[in-house]
């Protein structure tokens, strides 16, 4: 090993390095910010001369590569690792506290309730969702709490980040939403329910919840006329209670 | 069934500090941590994006057609699993993929061909003027503008260390051997020609 570590960022942005030498750099890079700087810019770099190059793919690969992750089970977020736990103690409590609520609500999933709704339109701002959603999911102190659908259909979740003071809905096995109408998000403190965006349900849902969720207690979900309702109008079909 | 719209606990809560996110318009951070949380809508879409730049890097290092799709199937899958593991934080999403295929690309030809590439460095090193075949052979259709620019503002000797250890995927001390210098050289080039390359495309991650 060179007795200079430091003129190693080039050698170890380019893989020149072999693997002994490589995990031993990395090492250093723990222990020296000025270099893990370096390499960070200088993978930017190499990243750079690696894009330029592109080349097209057979059209059968993606099948390939669909079929191999769907056999490979994923890392879970570092960051939300504590949380799960907490996410599991609050999901089976929320299932005792609204198990009848819950049967209640696999009724109204298909009964047609009809009022008078505000089209809600494009109440939150349109931002970008999508940055959003990623700060979410991403954040340090992001927490996950699970509950379950009613008829066992599939699942509901919420990933809430204090931090962010945002929260994102997931549903997965959420059947479509009755004609004429949807899914309608509600974000509970104690002010009451406030909306929090449609979901049109049919499948597997991932949807930021509009407007902060400071002091959310719970997030749930109604079933709604079609363009949503200032308030609802119908017993929720799931309740995600959310630890403070 | 009376449903809980009201506040349970009237305790006060801390304020919650609003986090400012600089992603712009980069959309594959965003995909990324959809992945990580098993979105395969959202795997399928990282994949329309980025799977060219992987193919291409890949087969230009590992060569044979045939191993290019099994790594780059490889670095798909690997990515899929790790996506929970990428940390925007130090660094862009770009480079982190590419890193992740480069590396991947650089274990196959290590592993499978490392012994035939002992041979064939030792045969060159005989022959004489090795660099010029290597250097030929590694850089052949590598006919991008903005790549040979890029590469134009490196001198030709930083041009050599870095065609041959990224796209040729050969290590400091293969390097070495092949152009017949120190390798603590060869380290030097490769770092100082990678600072100008940042420099030269204003990178500051």
């Known amino acids: 090993m060179s007795a200079d570590p430091h003129t190693l960022t080039g050698a170890y942005a380019?893989?020149?390095?072999?693997?002994?030498?490589?995990?031993?750099?990395?090492?250093?890079?723990?222990?020296?910010?000025?270099?893990?700087?370096?390499?960070?810019?200088?993978?930017?770099?190499?990243?750079?001369?690696?894009?330029?190059?592109?080349?097209?793919p057979p059209a059968d690969?993606?099948?390939?590569?669909?079929?191999?992750?769907?056999?490979?089970?994923?890392?879970?977020?570092?960051?939300?690792?504590?949380?799960?736990?907490?996410?599991?103690?609050?999901?089976?409590?929320?299932?005792?506290?609204?198990?009848?609520?819950?049967?209640?609500?696999?009724?109204?999933?298909?009964?047609?309730?009809s009022l008078v709704a505000l089209d809600l339109g494009r109440a939150g701002r349109p931002g970008r969702p999508v940055d959003l959603v990623a700060a979410v999911l991403r954040a340090p102190?992001?927490?996950?709490?699970?509950?379950?659908?009613?008829?066992?259909?599939?699942?509901?979740?919420?990933?809430?980040?204090?931090?962010?003071?945002?929260?994102?809905?997931?549903?997965?096995?959420?059947?479509?939403?009755?004609?004429?109408?949807?899914?309608?998000?509600?974000?509970?403190?104690?002010?009451?329910?406030r909306p929090a965006g449609l979901v049109d349900g049919g499948g597997r849902v991932t949807r930021l919840l509009e407007g902060r969720v400071d002091g959310t207690e719970q997030v749930a979900m109604t079933v709604e006329r079609r363009g949503g309702a200032a308030r609802p109008t119908s017993e929720p079909v799931v309740v995600v209670d959310l630890d403070p | 069934v009376a449903l809980t719209w009201t506040r349970r606990?009237?305790?006060?809560?801390?304020?919650?500090?609003?986090?400012?996110?600089?992603?712009?318009?980069?959309?594959?951070?965003?995909?990324?941590?959809?992945?990580?949380?098993?979105?395969?809508?959202?795997?399928?879409e990282l994949y329309r994006r980025v799977a060219g730049a992987v193919f291409g890097l890949v087969g230009r290092v590992v060569?044979?057609?045939?191993?290019?799709?099994?790594?780059?199937?490889?670095?798909?899958?690997?990515?899929?699993?790790?996506?929970?593991?990428?940390d925007p934080a130090r660094g862009t999403a770009r480079a982190w993929i590419m890193t992740c295929a480069h590396r991947r690309a650089v274990d196959r030809v290590r592993s499978a061909e490392r012994a035939a590439r002992r041979d064939d460095l030792a045969g060159?090193?005989?022959?004489?003027?090795?660099?010029?075949?290597?250097?030929?052979?590694v850089e052949a259709g590598l006919e991008r503008e903005h790549v040979r620019r890029g590469l134009d503002v490196l001198t030709e000797l930083?041009?050599?260390?870095?065609?041959?250890?990224?796209?040729?995927?050969?290590?400091?001390?293969?390097?070495?051997?092949?152009?017949?210098?120190?390798?603590?050289?060869v380290k030097t080039r490769l770092r100082d020609g990678l600072i100008r390359l940042r420099d030269h495309m204003g990178v500051h991650a």
């Not at chain 2, 919650?16 to 990580?36: E, H, I, K, N, Y």
């Not at chain 2, 260390?161 to 092949?178: D, K, N, Q």
């Open chain 2, 158 to 185: 930083q041009r050599e260390a870095v065609v041959l250890a990224y796209y040729g995927g050969y290590t400091h001390r293969e390097i070495s051997e092949l152009l017949g210098v120190p390798s603590g050289t």
């Open chain 2, 9 to 44: 606990d009237p305790s006060p809560r801390p304020v919650a500090t609003p986090t400012a996110r600089g992603d712009g318009d980069d959309p594959l951070p965003g995909l990324l941590a959809q992945v990580a949380h098993g979105d395969e809508d959202a795997f399928a």
């Open chain 2, 63 to 86: 060569r044979d057609p045939a191993q290019a799709e099994e790594v780059t199937q490889e670095v798909f899958v690997e990515l899929w699993r790790t996506a929970a593991r990428f």
């Open chain 1, 14 to 56: 380019v893989d020149a390095l072999s693997d002994t030498e490589r995990l031993a750099f990395e090492r250093h890079l723990d222990a020296c910010p000025a270099c893990a700087q370096e390499a960070r810019e200088l993978s930017e770099a190499t990243a750079w001369l690696g894009t330029a190059a592109p080349a097209r």
């Open chain 2, 124 to 137: 060159r090193r005989d022959q004489g003027r090795p660099y010029d075949e290597v250097a030929e052979q």
């Open chain 1, 61 to 113: 690969l993606w099948e390939r590569v669909r079929t191999g992750a769907a056999a490979t089970s994923q890392l879970p977020p570092a960051a939300a690792r504590p949380g799960q736990r907490r996410a599991g103690r609050a999901g089976a409590r929320g299932g005792r506290r609204f198990a009848a609520l819950l049967a209640a609500a696999a009724v109204l999933l298909v009964a047609a309730v």
């Open chain 1, 141 to 193: 102190d992001a927490r996950r709490v699970v509950a379950a659908l009613p008829d066992g259909t599939g699942q509901a979740a919420v990933v809430v980040s204090r931090g962010e003071g945002r929260a994102v809905f997931e549903a997965s096995g959420l059947p479509p939403a009755p004609a004429a109408r949807t899914y309608q998000l509600w974000v509970v403190d104690r002010a009451g329910p």
